[in-house]
């Protein structure tokens, strides 16, 4: 299997991290952070000239078609910046309207709106007391006259104040189905807040808001739909990974004890040796990932993400915790990458679901107990 990038995603690689390293630094960042939106309109606005909005929607609506690579070379440059805006919820949001049926009328038209640039979507995986169980619902759908109305309450929605429609799962009668609501659609409430990651969420409740159902979306398909983010979210963490282990060898070069960096120690030169290593497990699962996510089977993809998302997970840990002792003192502070590249890495570990959640998934799957007899 060929993992090496094409030349059009390397040159999409190239240009979206030289735009980023000219205009997204660190302390730009942290600027962007601590305003009331904590997004930036600017940056938002450059990403969809880069191309970026247009690229996972199909071709017939105005995108670039985008495979799973392309938007893997995309969600590395992202994770290695540590860019705050909508860009994840938005591609996840996409590919729920791909697979509900771009040529459905309706969704063709969100679609065409999102290459353009024009909304932003959102999904609303969770809700409180769920936990990492995509179909414990609470929240119900009821037909009316004119459509549906949802009611319940979706917690941690990534960006979910920033989004334009939410892509909401919800009970109607004894079925999962998977549902479109507009922000300004009546009986929504939005609570916005920052997360320790310095990314931003929302609480969305829902009562009797106006909903438009996605075609014959089941709870298979949000399955899907969760996979699909999941993998975006490790080749996220590959990127952060990548800038953590960047940031600490340059730190180790510069840090001095008994007159000489501590880059020299070869104890610590080991411990950097096994961050890299880990990294690089890491990036090789999610790349399979990619691989396997729209070219294999249901099971075969299942297997794929989980074992993708629990290595990026003990990745992240390892290297996060080896990061912050190599700085010392220094990788906790505000003032420095590493820390923020640490909380990232921890909020993704632990977003639809965590090490052991995947680990158990990965068990539970058909071939396993047979495989480690």
């Not at 735009?19 to 938002?44: C, M, Q």
């Not at 915790?321 to 640490?342: I, P, R, Y």
Request: glycine share 8%; net charge negative.
């Amino acid at each position: 299997m060929d993992f090496n990038f094409t030349e059009e995603q390397q040159q999409l690689a190239d240009a979206l991290r030289r735009y980023l390293d000219k205009n997204y630094s660190f302390e730009a960042r942290r600027a962007i952070v601590k305003t009331p939106e904590g997004v930036s309109a600017a940056h938002w606005n450059a990403f969809v000239e880069l191309g970026l909005s247009a690229l996972p929607v199909p071709e017939e609506q105005g995108g670039f078609n985008g495979s799973t690579f392309d938007m893997l070379v995309v969600m590395q440059e992202l994770g290695r910046a540590l860019v705050v805006e909508p860009y994840w919820a938005t591609a996840v949001g996409v590919e729920a309207l791909k697979l509900a049926g771009s040529s459905d009328a309706d969704n063709a038209a969100l679609l065409e709106r999102v290459a353009s640039g024009e909304i932003k979507l959102a999904p609303a995986f969770h809700e409180p007391g769920a936990r990492y169980d995509l179909f414990t619902l609470a929240t119900t759908a009821k037909e009316t006259g004119d459509g549906f109305a949802l009611s319940g309450t979706k917690s941690v929605v990534q960006h979910g104040a920033q989004a334009d429609y939410w892509i909401v799962p919800a009970r109607l009668a004894d079925e999962l189905a998977i549902f479109v609501v507009a922000r300004d659609a009546q009986g929504v409430a939005v609570s916005d807040y920052r997360t320790i990651d310095g990314q931003r969420a929302a609480t969305v409740t829902f009562d009797g808001a106006k909903a438009r159902r996605l075609g014959k979306t089941d709870a298979a398909t949000w399955e899907q739909i969760a996979d699909y983010g999941t993998f975006l979210l490790c080749a996220e963490a590959v990127g952060a990974i990548d800038a953590l282990n960047h940031a600490t060898v340059e730190y180790t070069k510069t840090r001095q004890q008994f007159g000489t960096p501590i880059a020299r120690f070869q104890a610590l030169q080991h411990r950097m040796a096994d961050m890299l290593i880990h990294g690089e497990q890491a990036r090789s699962l999610t790349y399979l990932a990619a691989a396997r996510y729209s070219s294999a089977s249901p099971d075969q993809r299942r297997r794929a993400i989980s074992a993708a998302k629990a290595r990026v997970g003990q990745a992240a840990r390892y290297v996060g915790q080896q990061a912050v002792q190599l700085h010392g003192g220094m990788g906790v502070t505000d003032e420095v990458a590493a820390a923020h590249l640490f909380k990232r890495l921890a909020i993704i570990e632990t977003t639809l679901g965590d090490v052991d959640h995947h680990l158990e998934r990965f068990a539970s799957l058909p071939g396993f107990a047979q495989a480690a007899a």
